[in-house]
């Protein structure tokens, strides 16, 4: 079992940039496709992006495709996403989340996730 964290959330401006981490313990993160979503007010929790285990395959929603970057660090037990050209419809709840299957194909549907961080809120203004 894998415990993770999320952080990096915060309020900026339209056009602004923010980089989100998840930090992950209990077990080697290289175990996990590691897959981003998010879940606005009032809306269902969408895929945001994921990244194979050793990091050779990524796929992204289209709303974020070409301003985000989904990146990990097996070694320091990371992943990240590098988030520019931010929009106010960007604005949600971050979560990182963990698929432990033995597939090499990632997935874009969160229920195929079995782990998952608190979540990190991402404000963008206006």
């Known amino acids: 079992q894998v415990q993770l964290v999320e952080s990096g959330g915060g309020l900026v401006q339209a056009g602004g940039s923010l980089r989100l981490s998840c930090a992950a313990s209990?077990?080697?993160?290289?175990?996990?496709?590691m897959g981003w979503f998010r879940q606005a007010p009032g809306k269902e929790r969408e895929f945001v992006a994921v990244?194979?285990?050793?990091?050779?395959?990524?796929s992204y929603a289209d709303s974020v495709k070409g301003r985000f970057t989904i990146s990990r660090d097996n070694a320091k037990n990371t992943v990240s996403l590098q988030m520019n050209s931010l929009k106010p419809e960007d604005t949600a709840d971050y979560y990182c989340?963990?698929?432990?299957?033995?597939?090499?194909?990632?997935?874009?549907?969160?229920?195929?996730?079995?782990?998952w961080g608190q979540g990190t809120q991402v404000t963008v203004s206006s």
């Open positions: 990244i194979s285990r050793y990091g050779g395959s990524t």
């Open positions: 209990g077990r080697t993160l290289s175990s996990y496709h």
């Open positions: 989340a963990a698929d432990k299957s033995v597939s090499g194909q990632v997935s874009v549907v969160a229920r195929r996730y079995d782990y």
